[in-house]
């Protein structure tokens, strides 16, 4: 024992400038800018940028906020799709010192002023597609706001409603800014705002040493390289882009934008591109499964699809991997930085049969290396759950890859973390082989005569009717169960006499009969903004049956 109860190996050897540096995802720029500088970086339609030419623009991003007073503690919104400016916001506002706040881009003006009102927003950049939504909302705030149109050649109409355009703001600041790492990484990066689907959303900061983890973790999982060409089939706002917007340049891979979610021109662009790797949500998924034939082509090559942000139905992954899509389904939230969680492929997965190969590959997984410890646990007593596949318990996350918390919502942030978990709000059971299997969301499991029902068991089975399209099973109150399952079901373009008994009898053939629905109802399924079917609305649908 050395001096002050300090041992030998914690004394004369502290952290200094060399040893020790803040992480930050900001690093990975300056690196692949040095390595690759003369690689492409960014495709957007014609446009293409180089390592050297995407690191200038995002130095003079930094540069010209910071000319006009913007840094440490403020805060930067932009509204855009998945193009050039909207990923050079991902480096150019935090190298400045501000605080990225990426909007979600289907909002309505009411909750985009909430989110400018409520993340103090002192800067907002725009692209004029979206001009009547922000001219709206522009006009709810107390205060004015500086605002810089983004005038991309591909935005669909518009108007400027700001005092610069985006190009211009570049033009004032200096490519070869010299930022400076956070004084330490637990500093805020980004903030990204929850969908709410139960009130007001809530404001989820991202901190550098997250963001620098999870887009490495990422790049593990997914298996980038310098040779991937990653198609931006997700969008950038939703927890920025998973932490790929960070992760892709880790690598020094290619950013493919995408301005809109359009089957053909996917499947257009990965063979234009030679497309490696995309993610998106299961919706998507399902669109390009169902687009017309005329739409699809067949791929050169296998392309790996990332998926998550809601339960891919096992039929969803199969059908994929039919058209030859590798997929990897990866699971997580806003506050764990986008994915935390992967279902590891197993070699033994390789000789089995498509369809049970799927059924393995929709649960949910194992932790993502980078991240600390996963658990389903009793949410009273905070003890495991046994791994028989059938205990049911709340997954929870501990790690590096967890927000700082909610902003200005000490309460709500003081719940989340009770007990020193990150508690996700979903419920799920662990299988004998450690695989977490999510069986729903708390408020959507499904209680009918003192039994669980998972509404994602019932939604899988539906997925798996040859005519069902979409699917999305609640609650129904019952007088003489509590509840009972009630499926809303989209029938696929070709489907031909299928009736709500014929339904009815495929879930009883291939489900516990208690577990099939009492109710089926036809017709499209309302989404939330992030595609996400809102199940809250249909509660109110099937009390009203
Ligand atoms: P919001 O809360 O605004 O809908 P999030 O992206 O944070 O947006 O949603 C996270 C939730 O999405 C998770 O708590 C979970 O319920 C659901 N989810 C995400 N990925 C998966 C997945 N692979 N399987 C099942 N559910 C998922």
Redesign the pocket.
Known sequence: MAEGGKNIFETGLEANAANFQPQTPLSFLDWAAGVYAENTAVVHGERKFTYREFAGRCRRLASALNKRGIGVGDTVSVMAPNSPPMLEAHYGVPMSGAVLNALNFRLDSGGIAFILGHGEAKALITDREFSPVIKGALSQLDSPITVIDIDDPYADGGEFLGETDYEALLAEGDADYQWTPPADEWRAITLN?????TGN?KG?VYHHRGAFLNALGNALVFGLNADSIYLWTLPMF??NGWCYTWGVTAVGGTHVCLRRIDPALIFELIGEHAVTHMCAA?IVLNMLVHAPDGAKQVLGRTVEVA??????PSAVIAAMEKMGFNVT???????SF??S?YCAAKEAWADMDPQDKAREMAR?GVRYPTLFEQRVLDPETMAPVPADGETIGELMLRGNTVMKGYLKNEDTTAEAFAGGWFH???LGVVHPDGYVE?K??SKDIILSGGENISS?EVEETLYRHSQVMEAAVVAKPDDKWGETPCAFVTLTPDAENVSADDIIQWCRDNLAHFKAPKEVVFGPLPK?S?G?IQKFVLRRQAKEL
């Open positions: 705002y929850t969908s709410g689907t959303p989820v939703h927890c299961p998926t998550g942000g809601a339960a891919p389904h990866l699971y997580g939230l806003t506050e986008g994915p969680t949910q996700t709000g979903d999510i729903d969301r994602l939330t992030t996400k």
